[in-house]
């Protein structure tokens, strides 16, 4: 089992930056394949950024692309999320997840709130 702590959320005027850390512990390691997800009010979940496999740059939604940067610190067991120029529309609950490669995303943090303002 991987436990996942999302932290770093809050309330930003638009062109504001954030930075989002995710916590790994319980069975952590660099094979762990991690992204981010978002959830704004009344829709779906969706991908923001993910490693295509474990300690491989992220590749990104058209809709962050150039603003988002996703890194980890193995030595951390951390995932980060730096997100620049932000926009209303980011607006949502940010996610992370975990997975082995080839297998579906089974492992979910709590979320955090993300609320960029106008």
């Known amino acids: 089992q991987v436990q996942l702590v999302e932290s770093g959320g809050g309330l930003v005027q638009a062109g504001g930056s954030l930075r989002l850390s995710c916590a790994a512990s319980?069975?952590?390691?660099?094979?762990?394949?991690m992204g981010w997800f978002r959830q704004a009010p009344g829709k779906e979940r969706e991908f923001v950024a993910a490693?295509?496999?474990?300690?491989?740059?992220?590749y990104y939604a058209d809709s962050v692309k150039g603003r988002f940067t996703g890194s980890r610190d193995n030595a951390k067991n951390t995932v980060y999320l730096q997100m620049n120029s932000l926009k209303p529309e980011d607006t949502a609950v940010y996610y992370c997840?975990?997975?082995?490669?080839?297998?579906?995303?089974?492992?979910w943090g709590q979320g955090t709130q993300v609320t960029v303002s106008s």
């Open positions: 490693e295509p496999q474990s300690g491989v740059n992220m």
């Open positions: 997840a975990a997975r082995t490669s080839g297998s579906n995303w089974a492992y």
């Open positions: 319980g069975r952590t390691g660099s094979s762990y394949v």
